[in-house]
C-alpha cells in the first residue's frame, strides 16, 4: 500500500510539472506569434521603403514626433530589426523544442506510472 501511495504522489507531481510546462509552452508560442506578426510587418515596411526612389523623404515616428530620416538609413535600420526579430524567432523556436521534449518525458513518465498504479491494483486482493 505504500509503495501505491509512493506512486501516486509521484504521478500528481509528474501532472503538476506538465501543466506547468503547458503554461510555458502557451507563453512561448503567444511570443512566438506576437514577434511573426512584428516580423511580417517590418517585411512590408522594408518593401514598401525598397519602392521608394531615392530622393524620397522618409520620416521616423520617435514619441509623438515624426523625424526625417535618410533613405539608406532607413532601409538599414528595419533590414537589422528584421535580423534582430529572426534571431528571437529562432530562439523561441529552440525554447519551444526543449519544452515539448519535457513534456514528452513527462508523459512517458506518467504513462509508466499510471502501469504501475493499475499493475498494483490488478493484483490486489
Known amino acids: 500500500m505504500a509503495d501505491a501511495e509512493s506512486t501516486r504522489k509521484a504521478l500528481q507531481k509528474e501532472v503538476e510539472t506538465y501543466r506547468t510546462l503547458q503554461g510555458e509552452l502557451q507563453k512561448l508560442a503567444k511570443g512566438k506569434q506576437d514577434l511573426t506578426a512584428r516580423f511580417t510587418e517590418t517585411e512590408t515596411v522594408l518593401e514598401e521603403l525598397k519602392l521608394l526612389d531615392d530622393e524620397a523623404n522618409v520620416f521616423k515616428a520617435v514619441g ?3 523625424v526625417k ?4 538609413e532607413a ?3 528595419v ?3 528584421l535580423e534582430f526579430i529572426k534571431k528571437d524567432i529562432d530562439r523561441l523556436d529552440n525554447q519551444i523544442k526543449g519544452v515539448e521534449s519535457k513534456m514528452l518525458d513527462r508523459e512517458k ?3 509508466k506510472l ?5 499493475g498494483g491494483a ?3 486482493p
Open 122 to 124: 490488478a493484483g490486489g
Open 64 to 66: 509623438p514626433v515624426l
Open 79 to 81: 533590414s537589422n530589426r
Open 75 to 77: 532601409r538599414s535600420n
Open 109 to 111: 513518465e506518467m504513462m
Open 114 to 118: 499510471q502501469r504501475k498504479l493499475q
Open 69 to 72: 530620416q535618410d533613405l539608406v
